[in-house]
């Protein structure tokens, strides 16, 4: 059984900063990704890490977000700076653990003044 639990979300204003975490209940895990979904839209996939440490980010994010981990912890992070009201989503967090996918609980975020 593989368990991820978020946490981080909440409301920031526009151009400030949040960091999300998913915690791993396993240690061994070589693809992991964030995504969002906003109300009305489908989930769209924000910013992924698969082995060789390669990483891929949506084009509306890029240079804002960065995806890591912390294999101490096994935990995933998703730093994003400059935050747009159009970043507002549910945020899942996912990995891959021998071929099958896991994923997070989600965790809101709502960029607001």
């Known amino acids: 059984q593989v368990q991820l639990v978020e946490s981080g979300g909440g409301l920031v204003q526009p151009g400030g900063s949040l960091r999300l975490s998913c915690v791993v209940s396993?240690?061994?895990?070589?693809?992991m990704g964030w995504y969002r979904q906003a109300p009305g839209k489908q989930r769209e996939l924000v910013a992924m890490?698969?082995?060789?440490?390669?990483?891929n980010y949506a084009d509306s994010v890029k240079g804002r977000f960065t995806i890591s981990r912390d294999n101490a912890k096994n935990t995933v992070y998703l730093q994003m700076n400059s935050l747009k009201p159009e970043d507002t989503a549910v945020y899942y967090c996912q990995v891959r653990v021998f071929s099958r996918d896991y994923w997070g609980q989600g965790t809101q975020v709502t960029v607001s003044s």
């Open positions: 396993v240690s061994i895990f070589n693809t």
């Open positions: 890490r698969v082995r060789g440490d390669d990483t």
